[in-house]
């Protein structure tokens, strides 16, 4: 059975459900303002997420428990060959939440894993702006941060991002905070879809990856969700997926009444160098949206570049 | 009752009664033994002359032994001893006496002369006669295991050349110390293969001749790898070492990742031998990846920079560390968290910055380099430590090698989120970079250029601003042209960086260019032609920036430029995928968004007639390169926001 049918929209970019909560990177401990109706919402979430935690009660501690993310997405695959769970298996009531893909079933995908190539927005210098959306259910967007990002490092051959993130309209927070991330891109070889860490599991990963519907969707039946979640469609594909996690903050102090404890979902189009991302952590509210656009692109692209000495 | 100093050495004249000159020696020998006062004074005496005197002419077999023991320990931990026994042309009379009928003058003879070069000195081979040396290579083979072991030790002290080295493994040189290390008892074996570790560190060859000529000798060798003395294990790890320097990872034998490095970097906790190590262990490493993989796995760096602690004081065991931990950080990112996990050494890193000796602060400057080659470092950890006030002063230091190496350190240090940077500037490093930019020496002179390109990526308009205003025009375009094509590569891409992003002003780029940097640009890509595809990549991505920060006068210039424009086809149309995105760009960018009104007519023109708009068609058709496909469809679009006809 796949997963529960999702409202398909046109357009480059998907409209996310309106599941968010304000102020979500705040810690739990920092008191949020949060209107009644937006409670109420949240109520709802945790009730719906309560029944998801009922439906994986009856799941292996396998599938609850997050994959390790495999070095080489060729172990993955071969060691799927091996896997126990032969078509004939009884399927547990989790696996309904993960829809088997045809590599999954097939075991297949082995030769053909590609690397996604080179792009000009992904590359050290770029700068991108946008604002990230820490509430959707009002229609005050002036709760919205203004957010710039710069990539400072990019290694292809690494899957290796990293940059830093600026943020303004920070509730509570004059200045922009600064943060320092370092990301991980999805080529399957360094790293692949299945994040395996920060406290994530396949249905986390399965459930975000899954906002970005245009981009996502065409690969959904090429991703062996059990062995790293591999996909051999990446090849020609035009969006990149990447992991960013926010390591330090820059300019504020630790004391700020931030979190950086969760990490972004981010998917790039190639095409035009928009980015959508999601922010993650169990301890904020979920689905925060950030949307990045190519600093100047109006005016122009510019190149820079400097090597370590 | 001994008599006075200066009787004593009177007494050594050759007119002296031959056993007052006998006793006369004995007295100085035993006087002068451990005793570093006596030493001095009868070295102010001008005993040393006397003792050159009896071993030039006596024929006495005693005085010839208590003389050269005499004149050993004059020398032995005296610096100034030795240089007064050479400086007495003391060597060739000891040296031949090790042609004496008695081996006991000869062990003497041996003795002195280890202790006459116990230092870096050694012997030039214009000093030492060929005869001289075969002499040396033979008594490594005497029946007197005291003679071999004597000579064994000097051998590398001796072997200074190749033709020296040649000659060693002609005489049988390296069959006599294997034979030697298989006869003597424990201590003596070491020794000679100390003495066979020493001279192949220099002549790796001469180890594998040894391995290829018996088969036990390795064997025995690696079995010494398990054997409970300390310096036992490092002599073994040694002799591997240098069997393995200068081969392919594929011929190293299976015990080097299995067992010389977990034991030497076992041995760094060994006081015993722990500051001789780390040499070894670079001399391993250097260069492999996997080998500073294996070193790392076994806990090497935390080792390592335990034992800063301990060198501070012990300048070239500083040297040696800092060089190992220097390799190790290089390349890897997990290495250089492990270093930087403990605070306090990159404090003695800084520390090693400020060394009386220029080589460990080359190596200091070494090990901060390979920290600084990382964003995360820059950004994170490179923080609340004061670099740049030792960096900076480093830039003017009488050391060539220094200047050259603490420049590179600033090439890291100045990037826009390195936290140091803002301080760098402000101690006046780009004054100090643009100044050294035309420094004679053409690694100084690259290394301050690359600096000055890393400080203008994504500068602020101040920095970019002052770069301007310290460097003149005229000398960028002299880098631009300078005979090095790395040097031409670096000086393009600081003027790339100058005009990238938003923090460029137009204005302040056409003051400092006098306009003329559009013909510039042209003529560097004429004159590289496609000799050098990097440098015309870097020409065509500053020309896109120019038409991305630009305004329509500059787009308008670009396109006017008949150089350019002929350029633009080929570039396209290049093999190099970089100078095809490099020329796509350019394309993009002289069609901006939002401009139709005003460069419709003429721009569609130029672009119809340079046969560019089916290129770029072509491009986004048929380009093997995703990426260049999806920015030729967006050249394609922004045609067709300009075309009458779509493309």
Partial sequence: MP????????????????????????????????????HLRYLHREMRSGEHRQLLAGASPSQLEPD??????????FADTNFSDSPTAARRPADELFETSESDREGGGIQCLGVPPSCSYLATGQEFTGRQRVSRVTSNRSEDWSVQVQIQDCNLRTGYVCGSMSAENVPQVRAPVVTFWEGEIIDNVNHCFVTGKWGTTRLTDSQHWRQFETAFIPLRNSIQWRCGGSCNKLADHPYIFMRWKEQAFVDAKEDCGLTITGFYYICLSRLDGSIQGLYCDPKSSPYQLLELQPANSHQGHTVGSYQFC | MVARPEELVSRLASGSDPDSRLKALRDIKNQVIGNKRKKRLYLQLGAVSGLVQILEHSDDTQLLIQSATAAGSLAYGSQQ????????????????????????VVEASLRALRCVFQNEARPSEQQVATEAFIQLVTLSGSGSYLVAVGAARLLPVFCTTDSQASLLEQQGGVRKLLHLS???????????????????????????????????????????????????????????????????????????QSQVLPTLVRLLGNPAVRFSVPRC???????????????????????????????????????????????????????????????????????????????????????????????????????????????????????????????????????DFAVVKDVLVAAGCVDKLVSLATSMDSDLRLNAVWGLQNLAFRGS??????????????????????????????????????????????TQLTAWTGGNILEELAQVLYRIGDKESSLQEHAMQTLGNLAGIGGEDERDEIINNPGILSLLPTLLASSQERLRLAALWLVINIIPVGDRETCLAMRRTKLDHAGIKSIVQQLRDTDPSQDIRERATTACNRFLSIMEEPP
């Avoid at chain 1, 929209?9 to 109706?37: H, I, N, Q, Y």
């Avoid at chain 2, 007064?84 to 006991?104: E, I, K, V, Y």
């Avoid at chain 2, 080998?291 to 760096?301: M, N, P, S």
């Avoid at chain 2, 480093?394 to 050259?404: C, F, G, W």
């Fill in chain 1, 3 to 38: 997963l529960a049918p999702r409202r398909q929209r046109d357009g480059p970019w998907p409209s996310l459900e309106d599941r968010s909560m304000p102020d979500s990177r705040f810690r739990s401990d920092t008191p949020a303002r949060v209107s009644a109706l937006q």
């Fill in chain 1, 68 to 77: 390790p993310c495999p070095a080489h997405a060729y172990q993955g695959v």
């Fill in chain 2, 81 to 104: 001893g030795a240089e007064a026994f050479l400086a007495c042309n003391g060597l060739q009379p000891l040296l031949r006496t090790l042609w004496h009928s008695d081996l006991r």
């Fill in chain 2, 182 to 256: 298989h006869a003597v008892h424990a201590t003596q074996h070491e020794i000679v293969l100390e003495a066979l570790a020493r001279l192949t560190a220099t002549w790796p060859g001469l180890m594998r001749a040894a391995f290829a000529e018996d088969d036990s000798f390795k064997r025995k060798i690696e079995e010494q790898l398990k054997s409970p003395s300390p310096e036992a294990r490092f002599v073994a790890c040694l002799c591997l070492a240098n069997y393995c320097q200068g081969r392919s990872l594929d011929a190293h034998p299976p015990t080097l």
């Fill in chain 2, 281 to 415: 262990l670079n001399s391993i490493i250097e260069g492999s990846d996997v080998l500073q993989k294996v070193a790392t796995d076994f806990e090497a760096i935390p080792k390592l920079a335990h034992l800063l602690h301990a060198a501070i004081s012990n300048q070239a065991a500083l040297l040696d560390l800092l060089q190992t931990l220097a390799t190790l950080c290089q390349h890897h990112e997990a290495n250089r968290r492990q270093l930087l996990t403990d605070h306090t050494t990159l404090k003695l890193i800084l520390g090693a910055l400020e060394s009386p000796d220029a080589s460990v602060r080359v190596a200091a400057c070494s090990c901060l380099r390979g920290l600084s080659r990382s964003v995360k470092n820059l950004r994170c950890s490179l923080v609340d430590v004061d670099i740049a006030q030792p960096l900076m002063k480093l830039l003017s230091d009488p050391n060539l090698e220094v200047q050259q190496m603490a420049t590179a350190v600033l090439c890291n240090m100045v990037l």
């Fill in chain 2, 461 to 506: 308009l101040e920095v970019k601003g002052s770069i301007m205003s310290a460097l003149p025009w005229t000398t960028l375009t002299s880098l631009l042209r300078d005979e090095s094509p790395e040097l031409q590569g670096k000086a393009l891409s600081l003027l790339q960086n100058l005009v990238h992003g938003s923090n460029t002003s137009m």
